[in-house]
């Protein structure tokens, strides 16, 4: 019982200080579930970040609902998604139901621009580190070099190209050269 009240109040306090939706979560999960309380390792939390963006829904929900089922199972991954989900819906609601024209107040209005520079701030935060922390071989980091100047041009001539495409493409040509070089033997397999 302990660790699922842990899970709702980590990721709780996650949602309701991190403004900018999932990729700007990304490095308060990192530091929450990897270096303070060692949930997960940092290649999880990689993998988990790959396998969110490629999944249906928001980053952020997506890693705190792995995070959470490999702490408690079912009942762990239920309780993280609502400690991530129950905070900003309860803003939100609030919100809604008091301040018709919200944004129209300057100091509000004021605040959302520091806001969106601490935004970008906390994404940049979660690449770096994420690049840090990535392996040091030539593949990956080709691929990750090739993929950002597809996106830089992509949005710098304005093509019509979807991101999803771009992450299926670098997706594809890694397999294949995985595939080309020949898969490494299993650990742990049997010695003859």
């Known amino acids: 019982m302990n660790i699922l009240l842990d899970l709702f109040l980590t990721f709780a306090k ?69 400690g991530m989900v129950l905070p900003s819906f309860i803003i939100i609601f609030i919100i809604s139901m008091f301040l018709d024209n919200f944004l129209e107040f300057t100091i509000i209005a004021n605040a959302f621009k520091g ?38 041009c992509i949005s710098i001539f304005s093509l019509n190209f979807s991101s999803i495409a771009l992450m299926l493409i670098a997706a594809l040509v890694s397999l294949s050269i995985f595939i080309a070089k020949g898969a490494p033997a299993q650990k742990g397999g049997a010695a003859k």
């Not at 929450?32 to 990689?46: L, P, S, Y």
């Not at 601490?118 to 691929?143: F, N």
């Open 115 to 152: 806001i969106k520079i601490a935004v970008g701030i906390l994404i940049l935060d979660a690449a770096i580190t994420m690049i840090k922390k990535m392996q040091k071989k030539m593949l990956p980091r080709a691929i990750m070099i090739c993929a950002c100047a597809a996106m830089l």
């Open 14 to 82: 996650i949602g309701v200080f991190t403004f900018g939706g999932g990729y700007a979560m990304i490095s308060m999960i990192e530091h929450n579930c990897v270096e303070k309380k060692q949930w997960i390792t940092h290649d999880e939390m990689m993998n988990i970040t790959v396998i969110a963006e490629s999944t249906p829904g928001p980053i952020a929900i997506n890693c705190a609902t792995f995070t959470g089922y490999k702490k408690a199972g079912i009942l762990g991954s239920a309780i993280s998604t609502l």
